[in-house]
């Protein structure tokens, strides 16, 4: 159990080459107990953007204050206080504050990297009957 201003949890520079501006408070994450996702915050400055980069896991984000842009290899998407926003595995993406503000965002990411779909092999032999044959 865990009870937090989000104020009091410390705000970290984002390092990853290609980000400006931004800055992250690890809201809930694995050493808190956590045993499956993690919660952020983002704190991106006016003209300030996160990396753009892709993996494996997807995000869940809800724009908390701020405007921004969502830039992915098809389109540039705006966003605003209120909207939520799902980015999928491996699609190129970056966070952009285009307003006068601070842009606060929570994304949401599984702690674990998604495990790959094993593909079944399928043998209609298996269980003696194939088709009615």
């Known amino acids: 159990m865990k009870l937090s201003h989000y104020k009091d949890i410390q705000l970290e520079d984002v390092t990853m080459e290609g980000a400006r501006g931004a800055k ?69 993406h970056n966070y952009r504050n285009t307003g006068k503000s601070v842009l606060k965002f929570l994304c949401m990411i599984p702690l674990d990297k998604p495990k790959k779909k094993e593909k079944k092999t399928v043998n209609p032999f298996a269980s003696g009957v194939a088709n009615n044959c």
């Open 24 to 92: 992250i408070r690890w809201l809930i994450s694995e050493k808190d107990g956590a045993p499956n996702f993690a919660m952020r915050m983002f704190e991106v400055d006016p003209g300030g953007f996160t990396p753009y980069h892709a993996h494996s896991w997807e995000h869940e984000n809800f724009i908390v204050e701020g405007e921004g842009v969502l830039t992915t290899e098809d389109k540039d998407i705006p966003f605003k206080p209120g909207d939520v926003i799902y980015v999928e595995p491996f699609m190129k």
